[in-house]
């Protein structure tokens, strides 16, 4: 007989870390977890904030999935990293934290989507951090997640790159999760003390002794079962042994946005016809499911650096970067302690915009590939992502087989728009402008990348199409709405079906301004609130 609980949740990620522990936080409920993959909190290179760069190629801990080729990437496969380990991408990603800017929600809200806005946000917001700095109104003191400011002094370079920012018209804003988000500011980071602060080791960490939690790992879920049209729980199977477990009241998804339209796909929630002729039998149509990809598409501009000591690739090799491991040994400080992207820009690539609609995020420092493996490279120089905040241009991602473990087709449709088009051009050129500025222009080599030689529109967007990759921010597949295309309304719950709710990135109907991990936290955060909510109501009932 199948095991029996009030709520399962299917993703111990970003999300789903937090509905577990919220919905477990009482007692009062019965709660099953499952992750996929099999790697905890205590995994070495996830605690150590430079291990960023040793989990992004491995599938120990990352599904390394793959974009579908397209003209957008001029026919290139982009790597899409994505967390399979307990804390999602939240225990493998360059932990900035940052929320968006409050039109974004704002926007959300009057796509019909009450209880988004910004307003009802921000308490959540708020609820769910632990931050030092900032005003009251805006920042949050007693949450879970434990959120820092990169401090300045790590490096020369980056009092010179706040100066020429400010000399170009954007001043420095000590916090870009407040009021506004223009200007150059240092990245606020989930990193405290050293170590990465995943939802794994906030969330989940503190909650694993309550007796109504039931975490189970290398748990791939393989089917959602229904009963007409209502979920009652997830078949799934741990080492080829396939389980099932039931849900008294609700699942929630919470696998991102692209496991959770793969999961809902595979349980014949989906476009008919396409299920139909994989030989899924269709039993809910719905056809946005897996559609409204968006992700920000970031060409990576580098710049050499002429003078030494000034950026990592001093500090990470040879006898130096033993001096930063035990510097962080010691002190939980230096290099290792650090995000790869301690100061970022945001901007207005043409005048009369309400808001910023791009970002420079500058990595001080220069990497390259060998055999496959990222690594920081002996020339000295900084590596500038450069993307539009609101892309328009978007894809899909979809099975392509019943096998749950066949990875799903994701197609991008990069710079489909000519908004995505014209931006990311602006965006570069602001790069440029800023590294032809004092005291920045007196310490520039040569541009490395897209290189000097290329000017034009035409060239540069050339250019991107064979360079760019994404930033690791994939949304919008599950998005929510009261549309023919949304797939969950403003409560989360999957439209037509009783009992399933979608709580992660796949659900924002438009990308915010920004890296996705806090507004998907949010969402684990907001969802957990209403399904208890209905609980009480259920009670109060009854």
């Known amino acids: 007989m199948s095991p029996t609980y009030d709520y399962i949740i299917v993703g111990a990620g970003s999300a789903g870390a937090v509905v577990a522990s919220r919905l477990s936080e009482s007692g009062a409920h019965r709660v099953l977890l499952l992750e996929a993959g099999t790697k905890g909190s205590n995994h070495f290179w996830s605690r150590v904030p430079v291990g960023t760069s040793k989990m992004i190629d491995d599938p120990a801990v990352n599904w390394c999935y793959r974009s579908e080729p397209d003209e957008g990437s001029g026919g290139r496969r982009i790597d899409v990293p994505r967390g399979k380990m307990m804390g999602g991408s939240s225990s493998i990603n360059g932990m900035v934290y940052i929320r968006g800017q409050a039109r974004d929600y704002d926007h959300w809200a009057q796509l019909g989507n009450r209880g988004w806005s910004y307003q009802d946000v921000l308490p959540i917001f708020k609820r769910m951090e632990r931050y030092a700095g900032g005003s009251d109104e805006f920042r949050g003191r007693d949450g879970l997640l434990r959120v820092t400011d990169t401090p300045r002094n790590k490096l020369p370079l980056l009092e010179k790159i706040i100066e020429a920012a400010g000399r170009i018209g954007l001043p420095f804003n ?30 989940l960490d503190p909650a694993r002794g309550r007796p109504n ?27 080829g042994v396939r389980r099932e477990a039931r849900a008294a009241r609700e699942v929630i998804v919470c696998g991102g946005s692209i496991n959770s339209p793969k999961l809902l796909e595979l349980s014949g929630i989906g476009q008919s016809e396409r299920l139909r002729a994989l030989g899924i039998a269709p039993l809910h149509e719905l056809p946005g499911v897996g559609e409204n990809l968006r992700d920000h598409y970031s060409p990576r501009v580098k710049f050499a650096i002429v003078e030494r000591n000034l950026t990592f690739n001093d500090n990470a090799r040879g006898w130096r970067l033993a001096r930063e491991a035990l510097k962080y ?14 100061i970022r820009i945001y901007f207005r690539t043409r005048e009369g915009l309400e808001t910023t609609d791009a970002t420079i995020s500058i990595l001080p420092f220069l990497y390259e590939m060998v055999g496959g493996v990222r690594r920081v490279a002996k020339r000295q ?21 019943s096998d749950p473990a066949a990875p799903p087709a994701i197609r991008f449709n990069f710079l489909s728009t000519e908004h995505d088009r014209a931006g990311v051009i602006a965006a ?96 684990g955060e907001k969802c957990a609130e209403m399904v208890l909510a209905a609980a009480t109501a259920r009670q109060a009932a009854a």
Request: aromatic share 4%; net charge negative; hydrophobic share 40%.
């Open 174 to 203: 000590p916090d870009q999760n407040a009021e506004t988000q223009e200007g150059v500011g240092m990245s606020q980071v989930t990193i405290a003390k050293g170590r990465r602060q995943s939802t794994a080791v906030c969330y």
């Open 213 to 239: 939690l039931a975490i189970e790992q290398g748990a791939l879920a393989e089917t959602l079962v229904l009963e007409g049209k209502r979920c009652v729980g997830v078949r799934y199977s741990v080492e």
């Open 329 to 342: 040994a010691l002190f939980g400080t230096g290099f290792l302690a650090s995000t790869a992207v301690p």
């Open 381 to 401: 120089g900084i590596t500038m992502n450069v993307n539009v905040l609101r892309s328009e241009s978007t894809g899909s991602i979809h099975i392509t087989s």
């Open 428 to 523: 570069i050129r602001k790069g440029r402008e800023l590294m032809a500025t004092s005291p920045l222009k007196e310490i520039t080599g040569e541009e490395i990348a897209p290189g000097a030689q290329i000017q034009s529109d035409a060239d540069m967007l050339e250019w991107v199409r064979h360079n760019a990759e994404t930033t690791f921010h994939p949304v919008g597949t599950c998005k929510m709405g009261s549309d023919a295309m949304a797939v969950v309304d403003s409560e989360l719950r999957v439209h037509g079906i009783e009992g399933l709710r979608v709580a992660d990135a796949s659900i924002m109907p438009m990308l915010i301004s920004g890296n996705t991990n806090a507004p998907a936290i949010m969402i």
